[in-house]
């Protein structure tokens, strides 16, 4: 839910942000409540949104952006959950608040189970600085810097071998044949 969430990003050349637009928002949101639900073995009902929690939920995302790239989010905030135990004896944290903050809620609850279970490490930002998309280090040793590697690994890997073959073409002063 909270890569999917960070990829509600406008992207040129993908798709448009989907936090920018009540309509798109609440699309999004009724199916990212869904597949966390069924996830969950729960059938919750999305939270209801205006345009004022756009607001508030672009700058949730933000704040998470920063702490996925490894920066200083420079405060402290609070946000509602509840600790529910059910019938089976099983613990978990619940989302609490409406609209914004009911979303804010289960987004933190995740990150807090993801960073106890030490898989938080394995969320990242694709290196391309055109794309940025967020995706999860499936590699053994969590060395993945690319969200997809045929498309922005391949391209950065032809920008730098070209770079590099400029470079040498420069100290020789003359052309390097391709190989």
């Not at 509600?8 to 990212?32: H, Q």
């Not at 905030?77 to 089976?88: E, H, K």
């Amino acid at each position: 839910m909270v890569q999917d969430f960070l990829n509600t990003r406008g992207v040129a050349g993908y798709g448009p942000d989907l936090l920018a637009d009540t309509a798109l928002a609440r699309d999004w949101v009724a199916g990212a409540v869904r597949n966390w639900s069924a996830a969950r073995g729960e059938e919750l009902p999305p939270p209801k949104l205006d345009e004022a929690d756009l607001t508030k939920l672009r700058a949730v995302r933000n704040t998470i952006d920063a702490l996925v790239s490894g920066e200083a989010t420079g405060g402290r905030s609070a946000v509602p959950a509840t600790l529910a135990v059910s019938d089976t004896g099983a613990v978990r944290l619940e989302p609490s608040g409406t609209g914004w903050r009911w979303l804010a809620s289960a987004l933190w609850a995740e990150i807090l189970l993801s960073q106890h279970a030490d898989t938080w490490r394995r969320v990242k930002q694709c290196h391309n600085h055109r794309c940025g998309s967020t995706f999860y280090d499936r590699s053994k040793n969590n060395s993945g810097v690319w969200h997809d590697v045929k498309t922005c690994g391949n391209a950065a890997n032809l920008r730098a071998s070209r770079a590099r073959r400029r470079e040498r073409e420069h100290a020789t002063g003359s052309a390097v044949s391709p190989q």
